[in-house]
């Protein structure tokens, strides 16, 4: 295990000098930071060990570049960021913006699918669910896939948002977050495509509906994303047509269920994905072959949300930057891609990789996918948020500092403890983070428990 350790560290290194002209950009204090933490060994908490002082300079000057960023358009009033906080702010809660949308912090709860709907209609676990994490300090949180047409669900549990009743209940959940916390809270919307009609994900997530229950799939191509699974029927320009006008019906669903930010699943392996990698997508017309051609479908869906998406609000794009397969999509392609995304309006690209292949041999490790975010947030000067085993806040401020990302999103983590932002901030003796009034004195109780002896 430590030779693992040592090469791996070795391997990050060699290619941070590599392509030391992705991080030229930088300002110079990013860039030391970064040459400093390369190899991902050297921590943030490890350069405050070997270097306080040193590392109290970065977290001011990062801190002040934040606010200013933060606050750059409009006031203080409207951002609800306060001035003056720029004294050794971790990285992790400093504000970040996107449009007419300021977070009061860096860390996201990442989209995941609960499986516990009836109808597509999200219900009192919802609530608990994400009003929990939202008080629980994160600055953003996602929902699960939420599907925009019945036929465009995973699973008969997954919620949807093509009906005034689920409107509502979603309105529920956002009226809720934004009346107990100061987080900020994210509809991320998609469609199964070829991976949909199945078993719901706690039970045998692979396996097609029983014909009584199951619908029809559909896909760029009729390729079965498992053996276990339907072959899709190969879509149409009607198919396209009707799934576009889908996705904008649901995006006006949300203005009105209330939600801040819009977030279009473009990843593991669902219908825009699909549309996205050669594995999937063997098409011989317009929408296949080029990497130009496979991106057609999902700029066309994401161009119709956008029109629709009030303009002060962000819009994100989740994509597989990678799919771990020979002749699948890579790392250079994600770059293309992502740009395509953002010259169409896209604010921030969400950084996943995987799952649009079940002969994916992804190699894990700690914080396994931040180097994707990084290369397309660094060689397209992009905002980014990273995601994959990022487990403790050392990890979340050694990514942002060094640019790597601009947002770090935990899955897992949430799911143990929907209070991992509140803890974070006892821990690192950061006192300004937002606790609900009812909690405060678990909050002194706990800056003591965890304060250096």
């Known amino acids: 295990t430590e030779v693992l350790r040592l090469q791996n560290a070795a391997r990050n290194s060699m290619e941070w000098f590599e392509h030391t002209r992705r991080y030229i950009a930088l300002e110079p204090e990013q860039f030391a930071y970064s040459l ?3 190899s991902q060994r050297v921590s943030h908490e490890n350069l405050r060990l070997r270097d306080p002082a040193y590392l109290g300079g970065v977290e001011r000057w990062f801190a002040s570049r934040a606010e200013r960023e933060a606050t750059a358009i409009g006031d203080v009033a409207a ?6 906080t720029t004294r050794d702010t971790p990285p992790m809660f400093t504000p970040f913006r996107l449009r007419g949308m300021t977070v009061e912090n860096r860390v996201a709860v990442s989209p995941m699918d609960m499986y516990c709907a009836v109808d597509g209609l999200p219900n009192d676990f919802h609530l608990v669910h994400y009003g929990a994490r939202a008080m629980g300090g994160a600055g953003l949180v996602f929902t699960e896939m939420t599907c925009v047409s019945p036929e465009g669900r995973i699973t008969l549990g997954c919620t949807g948002m093509y009906t005034v009743e689920q409107m509502l209940a979603w309105r529920r959940i956002t009226e809720f977050t934004h009346q107990w916390s100061p987080a900020k809270i994210c509809l991320q919307l998609g469609h199964s495509g070829r991976k949909g009609a199945v078993e719901r994900g706690l039970e045998r997530g692979d396996d097609a509906l029983p014909d009584g229950d199951a619908w029809e799939v559909i896909g760029p191509s009729p390729v079965a994303y498992r053996p276990t699974m339907q072959v899709p029927r190969e879509m149409t ?8 006008r889908d996705f904008v019906h649901s995006a006006r669903l949300a203005i009105e269920a209330g939600f801040d930010m819009l977030e279009l699943h473009c990843a593991h392996g669902y219908l825009l994905s699909s549309f996205l990698t050669p594995l999937a997508n063997r098409r011989s017309d317009e929408y296949g072959g080029s990497t130009a051609n496979r991106l057609r479908f999902p700029l066309e869906v994401f161009a119709a949300i956008r029109e629709v998406w009030p303009q002060d609000r962000p819009i994100s794009v989740r994509i597989s930057a990678t799919d771990w397969v020979e002749g699948g999509v890579t790392g250079e392609e994600s770059v293309e891609i992502a740009r395509a995304l953002l010259q169409a309006g896209a604010d921030i690209i969400h950084v996943s990789t995987g799952q649009t292949s079940p002969d994916q041999k992804p190699v894990y490790g700690r914080m396994w996918q931040t180097p994707y975010s990084d290369r397309i947030r660094n060689d397209l000067g992009a905002r980014t948020i990273a995601v994959g085993n990022i487990t403790d806040p ?15 999103a935990l899955a897992r983590p949430h799911l143990a403890d929907p209070h991992w932002t509140l803890r974070a901030a006892a821990s690192l003796g950061f006192g300004e983070q937002h606790w609900p009034p009812m909690y405060r004195s678990g909050k002194q109780q706990l800056e003591r428990l965890l304060a250096p002896k």
């Open 237 to 244: 320009r009607r198919d396209m047509d009707r799934v576009a």
């Open 79 to 84: 951002t609800g960021v306060t001035e003056g």
């Open 36 to 38: 400093l933490t390369r």
């Open 394 to 408: 050392d990890q979340v401020n050694s990514i942002i500092a060094a640019g790597r990302a601009d947002l770090c």
